[in-house]
């Protein structure tokens, strides 16, 4: 079993930076693909961003060029670094592992988190 815990989200200003953290316990998940994943109220989970094993990132379109999504493996931990937010990056933010690709797609993660609420104000 893997267990992730989020921390870093808050209140911020538009146009702001805020890092989010996801630290692993359980396992090491250095052979895990590892995702970012978003839930704003009244809508469904969205993929953010997902970093893979090898190192390979990739991004929804609404954030690439302000987020990115970086790991440390030693500390087993995956980052999501966010700025320039908008108001539409509201949302509570989950990390998610898995052991295979991982993906873009809710479904393709075994292991989620809590998720931490980030609020971006205008």
């Known amino acids: 079993q893997v267990q992730l815990v989020e921390s870093g989200g808050g209140l911020v200003q538009a146009g702001g930076s805020l890092r989010l953290s996801c630290v692993a316990s359980g396992r090491t998940v250095s052979s895990y693909a590892m995702g970012w994943f978003r839930q704003a109220p009244g809508k469904e989970r969205e993929f953010v961003a997902a970093i893979r094993s090898g190192g390979s990132r990739y991004y929804t379109d609404s954030v690439k060029g302000r987020f990115t999504i970086s790991r440390d493996n030693a500390k087993n931990t995956v980052y999501l670094q966010m700025n320039s937010l908008k108001p539409e990056d509201t949302a509570v933010y989950s990390c998610?592992?898995?052991?295979?690709?991982?993906?873009?797609?809710?479904?393709?993660?075994?292991?989620w988190g809590q998720g931490t609420q980030v609020t971006v104000s205008s």
């Open positions: 998610a592992a898995d052991l295979g690709r991982g993906g873009t797609a809710v479904g393709g993660y075994e292991y």
